[in-house]
């Protein structure tokens, strides 16, 4: 996650193209042209030995010889010859590489081995930076730059286009320019050795001109860097995804429930709906989506209230919005009683709202206002048939009226050919989306339902360990003991075990051995029982008769037990069989069975699974992926788009589940795994769910050992970091009282507020340059909900229960992670004087180092004597600025100090 030198490559005033040929048809010959065509205004150096001019331009013999040393190094030649010019380039200070020669395969083999020579070739030179191998290039509209083999150059425009197919490339440029659709940045990325995705989200998110970005995947590196940078770019302008290969075939090794049922498809879509991206699943999408989230608008919700002049329009609408899981809105007695007042007597008497073939404009115009008055409304789909009786035209210059009044979304669907063409462009000129079918319009309607829903997740940051878990620390992190089926299945006892050590209620599973033996614990239990086959290398037990139910006798056990073991040698007769498993029979009719389940995913580390479960988990299919750690909003929501939701909530005769007991369930195996990175899969399948409580009938857990590279605490095996309480630390005021300094939190935003309100206008100003409003929710979001990766803020707590308060706050932003960062303090009036102010610097200054910050620089009002003295005293160097202007200074870190402060766990 780095941006460091990217400019050499996306903004260079020097390009050396290395095999530039006068061959046409080359890939050399086709860069250097399109670099002197596109306008670039940079120099163009062609490297050939074998030319004493390329194009009429002066050629040298290697990237040595130029006069002035390139930004960047383009290269075209045989993969063979990549690493050695690498070299050549990085000996004559190139900084910036694009490799677009291929042969640099991801199997073994030559490919294999020259990809780690060409890796190896780069670290030698600390800060080169290549895109590539096996691209087909790079443009920059806004530079003239066009450092590609394709035929024609990106028009200039504010989409960010990056791609992993060069082929897709060439295709999407050709369509764009027939489109007239524009880019300020047309990457392709190939095999994306070294800048990944991520690196790209966080380059062009610092440019202005950039309105939204455009990915197309194949597959994810880094996914932790990845996330990290979408989420950052998607809180102010769209993402949006289209991912090939859905449908890999790996889930068939897996050897639980929760293997065969997150695929790769499912955990994608949970990493991008976490991010804030936008997934399509049509090429053809891309741009429409794209063009379609940059209007602003977006709905609360999915209710959908169409209008329309044709019966037929407004079913085919109905139906596509009913087949996308959309809702028909309900339009209120008020609303129903208003449009009684004024459209005719046969009219549809409902939403579709039929005001029928002969509508003027008028009529559209107040049906469409009166139902976007209509608070059961989210959106209004207008839909236009054209009739001998209705302009288009003017039907849409009314619409536009209606929309400009309202916060709510207009979408339009003028359907049919030439007559309609004046009005359809019309809205469009207006900002309104419209499609010339119902269906498509439903379908973009959808997508800013699902976007809207997706930002809000961007704002939920789960602590890592609550204190209300029930036990130590301490006592979590040994419930899987060290030794216990290192790299292999738990037993179901010890699975239960660990389960227990973070609160769960479990069913008791007690072992035997023998028929003698579970009959002794089917008395101790108590009739009715359970029989379960205990064998490690039988996962699922069913499949060879190996679940014997409402066993009420000890003929009933001993019965049960023979079978069990005699069907289980006979269909798996190389298994371990380790006798059975005795459990109380629990009443699953009172109840819903779910299940619970992780995987570690190879890109995106450990995933979550919740779904309607038992024996036809599978089968159903009704489930949903996350990514942990997980808050209560989070399952929530995972819970919602279960389609066993209504049974769960309670339906017809059937009472509702304990909904609070079975969120903190989910919650705790989020804390579980959040916990032991050596998880590996785990399924609690199945677990009921009653009015009255939750409880695990099975669990199952595979341990499989992890490398990890950082620092306990860092969560590597999780893709989103949480909220790192391990940096929480107490202190104390001069005046005696205590602070708590930690990590800001998202929910600290009403306490936010009350901070800034509690500010003079001399320290607003001091903080943010001017006065501001400390109501405003937009402004407590930037600062409250932030992510750990990228930027941290420490708050100083003060007063405990309801009269907890925040006092003060620094925060240190970089530009894509913290290695080089800006510092800022604020302390709020009742507060200074006290020695808050040096308190939180301090910390700050700890936290940096343990985040292994290089460099921290601040920027202050003259003015801001205190802040001044105070950076000062801690180290800060002031650099020379000019008088009037603002203050600069900067401060080298060095590592982390020892002790457990620096721990981020």
Known sequence: MSIQNLDRILAPRRIAVLGASHRVGSVGNAVFTNLLTSGFQGVVYPINPKHESVGGVQAYRDIASVPHTPDLAVICTPARTVPGLVREAGEAGVRGLLVLSAGFGEGAGSGANLREELRGAMSDYPGMRMIGPNCLGVMVPGLG??????????????????????????????????????????????????????????????????????????????????????????????????????????????????????????????AFRRAGIERVYEIADMFECASLLRRGRRPSGDRLAIVTNAGGPGVIATDALLARDGRLAVLADETMSEL???????????????????????????????????????AVLAVLSPQA???????????????????????????????????????????????????????????????????????????????????????????????????????????????????????????????????EA????????????????????????????????????????????????????EARIEGVMVQPMLDTAAGVELIIGAKRDPVFGVVMLVGAGGTLAELLADRVVELPPLNERLVRRMLESLRCWPLLRGYRDSPAVNLDALVSAIERVSYLLSDHPEIAELDI????????????????????????????????????????AGLEHQAILTDGSSVL????????????????????????????GAVVDPMSHGLASRFCFIDYDREMAIVAEVGTGPERRLAGVGRMV??????????????????????????????????????????????????????????????????????????????????????????LS
């Open 145 to 270: 730059m066009n450092a590609t083999f394709g035929r024609g150059t990106a028009q200039e425009g504010g989409i960010a286009f990056i791609s992993q197919s060069g082929a897709l490339c060439t295709s999407v440029l050709d369509w764009a320019l027939d489109a007239g659709v524009g880019f300020s940045y047309f990457v392709s990325v190939g095999n994306v050795l070294d800048v990944t995705f991520g690196d790209l989200i966080d380059y062009v998110a610092q440019d202005p001109m950039t309105k939204s970005i455009i990915l197309y995947i194949e597959s994810l590196r880094e996914a932790r860097g990845f996330l990290s940078a979408a989420r950052a770019f998607a809180r102010t302008k769209p993402i949006i995804a289209y991912k090939a290969g859905r449908f890999a075939e790996s889930a068939k090794a897996a050897s639980s429930h929760t293997g065969a049922m997150a695929g790769e498809d499912a955990v994608y879509d949970a």
């Open 814 to 903: 970089g530009a894509a992670g913290l290695d080089d960062a800006e510092f800022a303090i604020l302390v709020a009036d009742p507060w200074q004087g006290q020695g808050l102010g040096r308190l939180l610097t301090e910390r700050c200054l700890d936290v940096a180092r343990i985040m292994q910050t290089r460099r921290l620089t601040a920027e202050m009002d003259a003015e801001n004597s205190k802040v001044v003295d105070l950076l000062r005293s801690v180290g800060f160097q002031f650099l020379d600025t000019n008088p009037g202007e603002r203050l600069a200074a900067e401060l080298a870190l060095g590592s982390a100090r020892p002790g457990p402060e620096s721990s």
């Open 741 to 768: 300094l930690r990590p800001i939190r998202p929910e600290d935003e009403p306490m936010w507020h009350d901070m800034v309100a509690a500010c003079s206008e001399q320290s607003m100003h001091f903080r943010f």
């Open 389 to 519: 009786m209705t302009s288009p035209t003017d039907v849409a210059r009314a619409l536009i009226a209606v929309a400009a009044k309202s916060r709510k979304p207009v979408l339009a669907s003028w359907m049919g050919g030439p007559s309609v063409r004046e009005g359809a462009s019309l809205l469009e000129q207006a900002q309104i989306p419209t499609y010339r079918s119902p269906d498509d319009a439903v379908q973009a309607f959808m997508h800013l339902v699902k976007y809207s829903r997706n930002l809000e997740v961007l704002f939920d940051t789960p602590r890592d360990i609550p204190v209300e878990l029930g036990s130590s620390p301490e006592l979590r992190l040994r419930a899987i003991e060290p030794g216990v089926a290192e790299d292999g299945m738990l037993t179901e006892h010890e699975a239960k075990a660990v389960l227990s050590r973070y609160g769960f209620d479990v069913a008791e599973a007690v072992p035997a051995a023998s028929a003698a033996k579970a009959i």
């Open 340 to 378: 009684n007042g004024f459209l005719p007597a046969d009219w549809s008497h409902g939403n579709p709202v039929d005001i029928l073939g002969d509508a003027p404009a008028e009529r559209y115009a107040q049906a469409c206002q009166t139902v976007l008055s209509d608070k059961g409304v989210d």
């Open 685 to 724: 399948n199945p677990l009921l769910a009653t009015p009255e409580r939750v409880i695990a009938l099975d669990a199952r857990i595979r341990i499989e050992a992890m490398e990890t590279k950082g620092e306990p605490g860092t969560y590597e095996h999780l893709a989103i970091r949480p909220y790192p």
């Open 522 to 573: 089917a008395e101790r239990i108590g009739y009715p029982v359970v029989l379960k086959l205990n064998s490690p290398d039988i996962t699922h037990k069913g499949d060879v008769g190996g679940v014997k139910l409402n066993l009420r006798s000890p003929d009933a056990v001993r019965d049960a037990y023979a079978d069990i073991v005699a069907r289980a040698v006979k269909e798996r007769p």
